[in-house]
C-alpha cells in the first residue's frame, strides 16, 4: 500500500520544504525530508545519493539547490526523473523558477520523463526579508540591493507549500503547472517601505551598483550563489515577472497572502526586532 511509503521532500530543511514537511506530518503522513546532511544524505552534487534517498517512497517534492537557472540543471533533473520512474513513484512536484529559461528547460524535462508532474513557478519569496539574506539589512534600517525600481509579485512561502501539499495529497492536480505570485506587485522600496510601517521604525531601501554589491557580499556568500544572485537581479528582475498570476487561487481556491499582511505577521513575531 503507498499510504504507508513516505514522500520524499529533496531540500527538506529549506524554506518550502521545511513547510511542506510539517504540514504533510500534520496531516499524519510519513515524510523523508532529506539533504546533505540528513540521515539519508541527498547531494546534488554527488549522484549516487539520489537513488538510496528515491528507494521506497510513493511521491516527491523536489527543490533544485541552488537554482534551476544554473547550467547543468534540467540534466540532474532528468536523471532524477528517471529514477523516480524506475522507482515507481506516482507523482513528482518541481519547484521551478519564473522567467528563467534554465527552469524552463527543467520543467520540460520532467514533463517528458513518464513520470507524473505537477510544475510550482515561483520568483521571489516573502521569506527572503524574513529569513533570508535581506534580514541582516532590515534589521540594520537598511537594504542595499542592486534592484531597479521594477514591481515584483512577491510570493509567501506558506501559499507556495499549501499548493504542493494539495498537488501531493489531492485529486485535480497531476501534469498541472501553477504559476504562482502575490496578489500585487511591489518594488523592493515599496516592499521594505511597508516593512518599516509594519515594525514602527526607519528602514531604508537603497540602490546601489552590482560592482558594489559583490563587493559588499562576497565575504560572507559561495561565487556560485554570488552569481546567481546577479543573475536573478540584473537578468530575471527586468520586468518579465510583474504581471500577477493566479496560480495560488487555481489550485487552492483562495487568494494568495498579501505583503502587508506577511509584513504584520513577522513583524508581530519579533523577527525584525532590534
Given at each position: 500500500?503507498?499510504?504507508?511509503?513516505?514522500?520524499?521532500?529533496?531540500?527538506?530543511?529549506?524554506?518550502?520544504?521545511?513547510?511542506?514537511n510539517t504540514?504533510?506530518?500534520?496531516?499524519?503522513?510519513?515524510?523523508?525530508?532529506?539533504?546533505?546532511?540528513?540521515?539519508?544524505?541527498?547531494?546534488?552534487?554527488?549522484?549516487?545519493?539520489?537513488?538510496?534517498a528515491?528507494?521506497?517512497?510513493?511521491?516527491?517534492?523536489?527543490?533544485?539547490?541552488?537554482?534551476?537557472?544554473?547550467?547543468?540543471?534540467d540534466?540532474d533533473?532528468?536523471?532524477?526523473?528517471?529514477?523516480?520512474?524506475?522507482?515507481?513513484?506516482?507523482?513528482?512536484?518541481?519547484?521551478?523558477?519564473?522567467?528563467?529559461?534554465?527552469?524552463?528547460?527543467?520543467e520540460?524535462?520532467?514533463?517528458?520523463?513518464?513520470v507524473?508532474?505537477?510544475?510550482?513557478?515561483?520568483?521571489?519569496?516573502?521569506?527572503?526579508?524574513?529569513?533570508?539574506?535581506?534580514?541582516?539589512?532590515?534589521?540594520?534600517?537598511?537594504l542595499?540591493?542592486p534592484?531597479?525600481?521594477?514591481?515584483?509579485?512577491?510570493?509567501d512561502?506558506?501559499?507556495?507549500?499549501?499548493?504542493?501539499?494539495?498537488?501531493?495529497?489531492?485529486?485535480?492536480?497531476?501534469?498541472?503547472?501553477y504559476?504562482?505570485?502575490?496578489?500585487?506587485?511591489?518594488?523592493?522600496?515599496?516592499?521594505?517601505?511597508?516593512?518599516?510601517?509594519a515594525?514602527?521604525?526607519?528602514?531604508?531601501?537603497?540602490?546601489?551598483?552590482?560592482?558594489?554589491?559583490?563587493?559588499?557580499?562576497?565575504?560572507?556568500?559561495?561565487?556560485?550563489?554570488?552569481?546567481?544572485?546577479?543573475?536573478l537581479?540584473?537578468?530575471?528582475?527586468?520586468?518579465?515577472?510583474?504581471?500577477?498570476?493566479?496560480?495560488?487561487?487555481?489550485?487552492l481556491?483562495?487568494?494568495?497572502?498579501?505583503?502587508?499582511?506577511?509584513?504584520?505577521?513577522?513583524?508581530?513575531?519579533?523577527?525584525?526586532?532590534?
Amino acid at each position: 500500500m503507498t499510504e504507508n511509503r513516505p514522500i520524499l521532500i529533496i531540500g527538506g530543511a529549506g524554506k518550502t520544504g521545511a513547510r511542506v514537511n510539517t504540514l504533510l506530518r500534520e496531516r499524519g503522513m510519513a515524510t523523508r525530508p532529506v539533504s546533505r546532511s540528513s540521515e539519508t544524505p541527498f547531494d546534488w552534487t554527488r549522484r549516487e545519493t539520489w537513488a538510496p534517498a528515491l528507494k521506497g517512497v510513493s511521491r516527491a517534492y523536489v527543490t533544485y539547490q541552488p537554482d534551476l537557472a544554473v547550467d547543468g540543471a534540467d540534466e540532474d533533473i532528468a536523471e532524477l526523473s528517471r529514477l523516480a520512474r524506475e522507482e515507481g513513484l506516482e507523482h513528482v512536484v518541481l519547484l521551478s523558477g519564473r522567467g528563467e529559461p534554465g527552469a524552463q528547460r527543467a520543467e520540460a524535462v520532467l514533463q517528458e520523463s513518464g513520470v507524473v508532474w505537477t510544475n510550482v513557478r515561483a520568483s521571489w519569496f516573502n521569506q527572503n526579508f524574513s529569513e533570508g539574506p535581506f534580514r541582516d539589512g532590515i534589521l540594520a534600517g537598511e537594504l542595499a540591493l542592486p534592484a531597479d525600481p521594477i514591481p515584483e509579485p512577491f510570493i509567501d512561502a506558506d501559499d507556495i507549500a499549501d499548493v504542493v501539499v494539495a498537488a501531493l495529497t489531492e485529486d485535480g492536480h497531476k501534469n498541472r503547472l501553477y504559476e504562482v505570485t502575490g496578489p500585487r506587485a511591489l518594488t523592493f522600496a515599496e516592499a521594505v517601505d511597508e516593512i518599516a510601517e509594519a515594525t514602527g521604525r526607519p528602514i531604508r531601501y537603497r540602490q546601489i551598483s552590482a560592482e558594489a554589491f559583490v563587493e559588499q557580499m562576497r565575504p560572507y556568500v559561495p561565487e556560485d550563489i554570488l552569481n546567481l544572485l546577479m543573475e536573478l537581479f540584473t537578468v530575471v528582475l527586468d520586468g518579465r515577472n510583474v504581471n500577477v498570476m493566479h496560480g495560488v487561487e487555481e489550485a487552492l481556491g483562495r487568494k494568495p497572502v498579501d505583503f502587508a499582511d506577511y509584513a504584520r505577521r513577522v513583524a508581530a513575531s519579533g523577527v525584525w526586532a532590534v
